[in-house]
């Protein structure tokens, strides 16, 4: 491996390529175009992607392809060749700046939530200059916003751009009152990604994993994660040759993988990149994802980003690192040094807040998918109930500017905005709770229900609009008033008064936690098809067109798009579980009955006397519990079938969840006892023992 600092975003057309390759005025006017946000003139887009062209056949490159992001959750590209024919049978490289900025690639197969009728399928890709360009597997891959030919957008960049541009602006505004001109405020991302690594061989052996990437089956092995001799382990070789693989594909597209280790359930890792952008980050992420699997398949493993691909050990998750940076290098969500600063980020602080209590649902249900209802509210994630933690001491300071009661118990000393210095919170003590859903870690907040295999772009779109409304209505307030100081220290007052039941900062996995919350009015979504339908609640559709974010059609597509694809990750479940059942599971019961009571009548003709109890006793219960499993495999079939006859997306979301759900957790059961009890030889798949400890 050359040095890091070689092949650190060599497949990237960057900034300094950009700058090195670029006329000097056609640089500064996408520079232009990237920072402001100013049209792209066509000359300039030709020059641009003359340039583009020439450094990625240099780098081997034979294709272009707009890399967008549907609202599948996953990337999508369709490779054009650089190829023109030059006549007398030869052909020349050609890529025109009309080809970089707009493509139409006919997407009529991708969700559209009747956006778009098939007949009229055509999309266009637009370029997004503000992420780089870079090559994937000989493609030139140019990152672009997906949208109908009625503008609608049909992808998550387009919104996370709109909701960073309202968040900008209205933390501009704010900052202003304080007398701070920047020039952008951008909301940055850090996204933890958890995953798990199981061998391929034994992965091809389980339809469920190939078919929806879980185990629907799986009896408990004896050992599980309780030891906890896992988390931060020394990383097993085939595991760091794999992470030694991915971070070098990672650093050649300019993704800043930082940290590895080993996660608490076996099998189970982490990865983390250093924060950036959020619109960096979302693309990193997708591209971490992506190279995940890949990078995987060459070491003979397969990458499961699935939330909970094994019952009984911990589920996957993402922890989206949140927070807010000036051009000028201010994190504003850093407790200054002056009385001031300190102010400052109070307000902040304190807008955050009242978001996260206004829009609990909206946050709940930007992490609600069929794979991660398995996970929240489960003893391990987060819970269903959003919160925020905030730790002891910050909580302290805030209830003195709401009650005027000492923060200091021992110093006697109450917290005078404006006046006095925030104490200094240890940084560590911020991080203790790993139960809270929305955790306050000392400059940034950490957003913890993420499920592994989502975007992060949900979330984030959700984050930045919330808090952009909760700053723009401050600015309002601000602006008119003659007395700022005081003005600001009544609203930061008034606003954590009205707010403060949302502050949580003890075991948020406690039933305790639920009654209580219940008593504050705080909302408890547990599955998908109970948290979804909150999207289109009044508030938040009216909290979209304010930031012009989303547009009504864009909301009620993306609503329809999200409760189908439960309900058909949910039947596609189903429908594997039956078909394992049917196909591999009863079979191997018979044969294993046929076997055993062969075994009695052969030991019986040559020991007549012998009561072969073992033999008559396994055949008596495995007989029992497999026509129980095929009874109930009966009734999930048919609960099923129904299911997939309700036309309308809410009523068969909510059938899915309340009748689906519990049938096949009853035919899991059965088939998890039958497990137990069958000889090993016999279990037609690789049981959980297998795939967890054998890689
Ligand atoms: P952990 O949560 O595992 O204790 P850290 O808190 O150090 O680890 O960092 C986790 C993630 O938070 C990293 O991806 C890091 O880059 C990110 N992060 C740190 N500062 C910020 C910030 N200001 N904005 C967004 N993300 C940040
Ligand atoms: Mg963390």
Redesign the pocket.
């Known amino acids: 491996m050359s040095s890091v600092t070689e092949i650190f975003g060599s497949m990237v057309f960057n900034d300094a390529v950009m700058q090195e390759r670029l006329p000097k005025e056609i640089y500064r006017s996408l520079k232009r175009t990237i920072e402001e946000g100013t049209p792209l003139d066509i000359t300039v887009a030709n020059s641009v992607a003359n340039a583009m062209k020439n450094w990625a056949i240099e780098k081997g490159a034979t294709h272009f392809t707009h890399w967008f992001q549907p609202m599948t959750g996953i990337t999508a590209e369709k490779h054009d060749s650089f190829i023109t024919p030059a006549g007398n049978g030869r052909v020349i490289m050609e890529f025109s700046g009309k080809e970089l900025i707009k493509g139409e690639p006919d997407g009529s197969s991708f969700p559209s939530g009747g956006l778009r009728a098939t007949c009229e399928a055509r999309g266009y890709t637009a370029w997004d200059p503000t992420s780089f360009a870079f090559i994937k597997d000989g493609s030139l891959c140019i990152p672009t916003a997906f949208c109908s030919y009625g503008g609608e957008a049909l992808d998550k960049k387009t919104p996370l751009l709109k909701s960073m541009e309202t968040l900008d602006k209205n933390c501009r505004r704010v900052l202003k009152l304080f007398g701070k001109e920047v020039k952008h405020v951008t909301p940055?991302?850090?996204?933890?990604q958890e995953y798990f690594l199981i061998d391929k061989k034994l992965y091809d052996k389980r339809e469920d994993l190939v078919f929806c990437n879980r185990t629907l089956f799986g009896a408990k092995p004896p050992k599980g994660q309780e030891l906890e001799d896992h988390y931060f382990g020394a990383i097993k070789p085939r595991v760091n040759a794999f992470m030694k693989d991915l971070d070098e594909e990672l650093w050649k597209l300019g993704v800043l993988s930082?940290?590895k280790h080993n996660e608490v359930a076996p099998a189970q890792h982490e990865m983390?990149?250093?924060?950036t952008t959020t619109n960096l980050a979302t693309d990193h992420n997708q591209l971490t994802m992506e190279m995940m699997k890949k990078v995987a398949l060459r070491h003979g493993l397969v990458c499961i980003l699935h939330e909970k691909p094994f019952e009984g050990v911990n589920g996957s998750g993402k922890?989206n690192?949140?927070?807010l940076?000036t051009d000028t290098g201010e994190?504003l969500?850093e407790p200054g040094n002056t009385p001031e600063d300190n102010a400052q980020f109070l307000l902040f602080l304190t807008a955050v807040i009242k978001a996260v209590d206004e829009y609990q649902d909206l946050l709940r249900l930007s992490v609600a998918y069929a794979g991660n209802d398995h996970r929240l509210g489960a003893n391990e994630a987060p819970p269903a109930i959003i919160s925020i933690f905030l730790g002891d001491e910050l909580t302290e300071v805030l209830n003195s500017i709401t009650e005027g009661k000492p923060y200091d118990k021992k110093a006697k000393q109450v917290m005078k905005l404006g006046v006095d210095v925030l104490p200094a919170f240890p940084k560590d003590n911020t991080?203790r709770n790993r139960t809270s859903p929305f955790a306050f870690?000392g400059?940034?907040f950490?957003f913890r229900s993420l499920g592994a295999s989502m975007s992060i772009a949900c979330p984030n779109i959700m984050l930045n609009t919330i808090v952009a409304d909760s700053l723009s209505f401050f600015a309002d307030e601000l602006e008119k008033a003659d007395d700022f100081n005081k003005a600001l220290n009544a609203l930061i007052k008034k606003t954590l008064q009205e707010h403060k039941r949302i502050i949580f900062n003890g075991d948020g996995y406690s039933q305790e936690w639920v009654e209580e919350a219940e008593r504050r009015g705080l909302s408890n979504l547990k599955t998908t098809s109970d948290a979804m339908p909150h999207f289109l609640d009044k508030k938040n559709v009216e909290l979209f067109l304010r930031h012009k974010v989303h547009t009504v059609p864009e909301m009620e597509a993306r609503y329809e798009i999200q409760m189908e694809e439960y309900s058909k990750v949910l039947s596609i479940e189903a429908k594997t579980m039956v078909d394992m059942v049917n196909k591999e599971i009863i079979p191997a019961v018979v044969k294993y009955m046929e076997k055993t009571a062969e075994s009695a009548l052969k030991v019986k003709s040559v020991l007549p006397a012998l009561s072969c109890t073992t033999q008559v006793n396994l055949v008596h219960k495995v007989s029992v519990l497999s026509d129980e499993l095929a009874a109930l495999t009966q009734t999930l079939s048919e609960i099923t079938g129904e299911a997939l006859g309700i036309k309308d997306v809410t009523e068969a979301a909510v059938f899915f969840t309340k009748k689906v759900v519990p049938a096949m957790d009853n035919v899991r059961e059965k088939a998890d006892q039958l497990e137990l009890v069958i000889g090993k030889d016999f279990w037609p798949f690789p049981t959980y023992g297998d795939l967890l400890f054998k890689i």
């Open positions: 940055t991302v850090g996204s933890e930082k940290t983390a990149p250093v924060f922890h690192n949140w927070s940076s994190n969500l991080d870690t400059n940034k950490e």
